[in-house]
């Protein structure tokens, strides 16, 4: 019977087929799939392949680099890697595939390119495919199936070194385990009875192992600090709480449990401001061995025979040997920055100062800056690490800021933070170092700009038996020279500038300046008596027209003047200007300051015998109007009759001319001179040598500052020259002219352009008087 079905409509019909019936169909004979298909037999990966155990990583990081290329269908990744030797062709669909099998030069070439290039561009491919003579495609799955291999041989390694670790990691586990489960006395080696341990109690148990590791620490490091034994506490001591929040016990600071002799050593908290204004703990143990490092360097530097220095051939002048010093030590505050330039320096000499009342001084930040007045702008502790010992300065640690300064405004202001360490060698015998502290240690930004690095630099102070002192001072420090004016350049490198000649120098100045005054009475031109109290009230009218002198010339943070920018006065001359208002001492207004140097053909003594003579005062100053000066008050200040007070006044018949007076402070050392002078009226002036108080005299200062230009040793004896009035030819001397002057007694107003100019006329109007007075001499 026929079955049918529909298929598909075709031409609207219906497609139908025809079902055959079973006993029809006729068997078909099934060929085995062996007699079908005929499959080669595979050669082992071991006889085509040698497996490399040694690799090259770095082969491997260059193709891990450029990224994992797939084979392309080329090779069985879980039965093997595809044979990298050979390839297989296919000839003919008829015929039976064929291998061809790589030369072992080829093999050669391939494997060195390989190491060379893992990832060949298309060029590479072709050229090498002509080199080998094989097809572009064969020496393309030549590399993709090495570059496999590779990855491959760079698991089962890592796989390896994995597993080793694993399995020590499992060891220790165990070992720790055990040791958790049967815990020995540290005391008797016994079997320890734990008991009920809460998690807390072992925590506080391991933080207490830590802090006495680091009390431990800290001792060492104490010892060398304190120059004596240190030893830890014998038992854990119950510490009382801190009275408030500025009280740090043994875990704060590391130092609340030192002590030597009975005494401890007190530390203060060291915060440093953070984000958000949060105060920030200090580790004080990095300072400390900053501090032990600069202070073993400045003894060895203080040393007489010490190969570090090296002496001129005239014997005067010391400096340091650079390879010996690189060589003796090693950077404590890192390296010299680009750009930086040396200088470095060491003098010695007697002070009439014990070395008790020296190391006072120096330890604290006004009267060291009180000490040294025109050569610290400003100076502060910022914090105390250590107050000393036993009541005094041994031991003494503090962090400080000053602001050095040369008068010139052709020459940087120097703010410097550092370190500042004293500590007693002996009966008698003391020694202070500063040193510089890292920006980003401190809390400041990374990014701020530093213009010097204070090295470890400071003195070594030894008692002699006359009451007086022996005083060693060394300089070094690293700064940035590009800043400097050039003519500046041979005073700062010789040590002149900030070096230790001019520290030394003005100690001995400032001491025997503090014993002479505490002599008896000043006469006075009309034989007259000033009183003590009213010499103490002029000498500190003197020391205020001093220090406001100094701020007008250096522009330091004492006094925020505002500095304008003039193009026809150019780059030498600096013209500042602030407002003044109920401010006492200072007359109210506008207040403009003008300063310039200039390099002058004379001696710096001669220059300075000439400015301060008053029979020549009127070749150069318009408030003498021509006449000569009188001295009507004259009080000493130094061995010399140069370092002194004077009060003068305009020596004419006419009484109507005398209504004004003349205060003025010179002083002459080693390292250059100083004329300070301000007009006042005779009333107040009546005021303070009565003793009445000089805090409320207004009073504008200028004056003059004269340094040698650097170009001569400074070694010479200045005190003789200054004496003889005898020159040196070839040498010269930097003259520092500065004038402030009230432009406007009302504050509010403004600048305008005729005072600038009739300022700067002022100042060229003065020195090339100067000049034509010091020439036709």
Not at 368 to 387: E, G, H, N, R, Y
Not at 751 to 765: A, D, G, I, P, R
Request: aromatic share 6%.
């Amino acid at each position: 019977m026929e079955d049918q079905h529909e298929r598909f409509p075709v031409d609207g019909r219906v497609l139908v087929e025809e079902k055959v019936p079973v006993e029809q169909l006729v068997p078909v004979k099934r060929v085995p799939v062996e007699e079908r298909f005929h499959f080669e037999e595979r050669v082992p990966v071991e006889e085509r392949v040698p497996v490399e155990e040694n690799f090259d990583p770095s082969v491997m990081e260059r193709i891990n680099e450029d990224g994992y290329e797939s084979m392309s269908g080329s090779g069985n990744l879980d039965g093997g890697l595809e044979d990298e030797q050979e390839t297989l062709v296919l000839e003919k669909p008829a015929k039976k595939l064929k291998y061809h099998r790589h030369t072992q030069e080829q093999i050669n070439e391939l494997e060195t390119c390989f190491k060379e290039w893992p990832h060949p561009d298309e060029k590479q491919r072709l050229d090498l495919s002509r080199k080998l003579n094989l097809e572009p495609r064969q020496v393309k799955f030549w590399f993709q199936n090495r570059r496999t291999q590779m990855k491959n041989q760079l698991e089962r390694h890592e796989n390896v070194m994995l597993r080793q670790e694993n399995d020590k990691l499992r060891v220790e586990n165990v070992a720790i385990k055990d040791a958790v489960r049967n815990p020995i006395c540290n005391h008797c080696g016994g079997v320890a009875m734990l008991g009920n341990i809460t998690i807390e109690e072992n925590q506080l148990r391991v933080e207490n192992a830590q802090l006495r590791d680091e009390l431990s620490r800290i001792c060492g490091l104490a010892e060398k600090f304190l120059g004596r034994p240190v030893t830890p506490l014998a038992s854990p001591i119950a510490l009382p709480r801190p009275s408030s929040n500025l009280e740090l016990e043994v875990a704060g600071n590391g130092f609340g449990g030192l002590s030597s002799g009975g005494t401890s050593l007190p530390m203060g908290p060291l915060t440093r401001p953070g984000m958000m204004g949060v105060e920030k703990p200090f580790n004080s143990s990095v300072f400390v061995e900053l501090a032990v490092t600069a202070m073993d360097e400045l003894l060895r530097l203080a040393q007489a025979d010490s190969p570090i220095w090296m002496t001129s051939l005239d014997g005067g002048k010391e400096t340091l040997n650079p390879v010996e010093y690189m060589r003796t030590f090693s950077p404590c505050i890192g390296l010299k920055p680009s750009g930086f330039v040396t200088e470095a320096s060491r003098e010695t000499g007697i002070v009439m100062i014990n070395s008790l009342a020296l190391v006072e001084t120096l330890m604290d930040g006004s009267r060291w800056a009180q000490m040294f007045p025109c050569v610290i702008a400003k100076a502060s502790t910022t914090d105390v690490l250590s107050s000393g010992i036993g009541r005094t300065r041994h031991g003494a640690l503090q962090l400080m800021h000053a602001e050095f300064q040369v008068l010139s405004p052709l020459v940087p202001v120097r703010q410097v933070k550092f370190l500042r360490f004293c500590k007693q060698h002996g009966e008698g015998l003391w020694a202070v170092v500063d040193v510089s502290i890292d920006t980003a240690l401190d809390g400041a930004s990374i990014n701020s700009f530093v213009n010097c690095r204070r090295l470890p630099s400071g003195c070594v102070v030894q008692d002699l038996s006359n009451g007086y002192t022996r005083v060693t001072w060394i300089e070094h420090s690293e700064y940035d020279e590009s800043a400097v004016h050039y003519l500046y350049r041979s005073l700062l490198s010789s040590g002149l500038g900030f070096g230790a000649l001019r520290w030394l120098a003005t100690l001995q100045r400032q001491c025997e300046s503090i014993a002479i005054l505490l002599s008896s009475t000043v006469p006075c031109e009309d034989h007259s008596v000033l009183t003590q109290a009213g010499r103490r009230s002029l000498l500190q009218l003197t020391n205020r027209m001093r220090d406001n002198f100094c701020a007008g010339v250096c522009a330091s943070t004492v006094r925020m003047w505002n500095r304008l920018h003039v193009a026809s006065l150019g780059e030498d001359v600096k013209v500042m200007t602030r407002k003044s208002m109920n401010i006492p001492g200072e007359p109210p207004g506008v207040i403009l300051s003008a300063a310039t140097s200039v390099w002058m053909p004379i001696m710096h003594q001669q220059l300075f015998s000439f400015l301060r003579d008053e029979r020549q005062r009127s070749k150069w100053d318009i408030l003498s109007n021509g006449g000569p000066m009188q001295e009507m008050i004259h009080i000493p200040k130094g061995q010399t009759s140069s370092n002194c007070v004077s009060l003068l006044r305009l020596n004419t018949r006419n009484q109507n001319d005398n209504t004004m007076l003349i205060l003025q402070e010179t002083w002459a050392d080693a390292s250059g001179s100083l004329i300070v002078y301000a007009p006042l009226d005779v009333a107040s002036m009546r005021a303070v040598m009565t003793g009445g108080d000089s805090s409320f005299v207004a009073l504008l200062p200028s004056g003059f500052a004269i340094v040698p230009d650097g170009s001569s040793g400074y070694g010479d004896d200045w005190s003789g020259k200054l004496a003889r009035g005898s020159s040196n030819k070839g040498s010269g001397s930097l003259l520092t002219v500065a004038f402030q002057i009230l432009v406007n007694s009302l504050p509010m107003a403004k600048l305008n352009v005729e005072s600038v100019e009739t300022v700067n006329s002022l100042l060229s109007c003065t020195i090339n008087k100067i000049k034509s007075a010091v020439s036709s001499a």
